[in-house]
């Protein structure tokens, strides 16, 4: 018994190490993209006099554009989540509403209470329906595509040129892994229901951490190749480990009462986790009893999957069968 609580505290604290100090390893990724900027060879060119002339008569003008590095794009999520939408919350929920709670105090006089009932619900109403759900879906699809930027520079510099799949294989690993992990993610909520006092919590942080890791992983394991039952059996197999490794972030954004802020906070951390996933080594010795905690999901999901295809095969079966030829139709001659 204490060789099997030793295990678990050793690999959750693994976990923690990995994800905190894989963040060190940030510098020298940046060190690596510098130096390998400014070793690229100039190429120049002997131009004669009248070339060099109309050269410098034209405007300036890059006839390459710049591809972004890792600290680009890091830098991008954290102007673009934390600058321009999480101050903006900031901004209006302690700037501007107590301006213009003053302001009405100040026009209508002792009245202010009565008016401030509706006016301040309204104009919170009015700020996220205009400002706050439309850029927080926007960023859901912009810090996507730089989460895979960022993901794909850290792999290319630490372990090479990524695997490439088909398109169709693209497609299909994508889609089967945001159905399981919103799967996962309502199971996780169900979890937090069990009666007793505490083992609810538990549970769904167990959950948590977990997606979080995968979250983290998975573009890693994606470019290696890996598919996604590969995925899931090793976090099943080594689940003290990715519970440690999720945990810091999954405690982070359960700090924030409200799941905008929480978004804005993850998506400013999240991509030190990528590049903290990129540099963990595999765990060579997996754990002695594995947690499957995602075997429910993958059971709904194949059984949705099954459903599906069935469907599809029976109605093209159905439409072969509708297009075979029966009697023959008279046409009329054209004379």
Known sequence: MADFVKRIVGDIAKGLRDSILGTYR???LLKEEKEAEDAKPVKREHKSI????????KPVQSSKQKEPTVMDRIVQCCAFNGLMFWVSIVVFNHVILPCLQFLTYFITGGASAQAWEWTGPFLSWTFSALWIHPIFILSKVVNGLWFQDIANAAY???????VLPSLSKVIADTLL???IEFLFLIQAMLARLFPI?????LVH???ICLLYSMYAFEYKWFNMGWEVPKRLHYIENNWPYFFGFGLPLAVVTYVPSSQIISGCVFSILFPLFIISANEAERLEKSFDFPLRLFAPVTGITDGLTKALFQNISKKSTTSTWSGQPGTPKKHARIS
């Open 205 to 207: 942080m167990l959950h």
């Open 26 to 28: 940030l510098r020298y």
């Open 50 to 57: 009248l070339a060099q002339r109309r050269e410098k008569e």
């Open 177 to 179: 892994t945001l159905l």
């Open 197 to 201: 006092i505490g083992i609810g919590d």
């Open 156 to 162: 290319r510099k630490s372990r090479g040129r990524p």
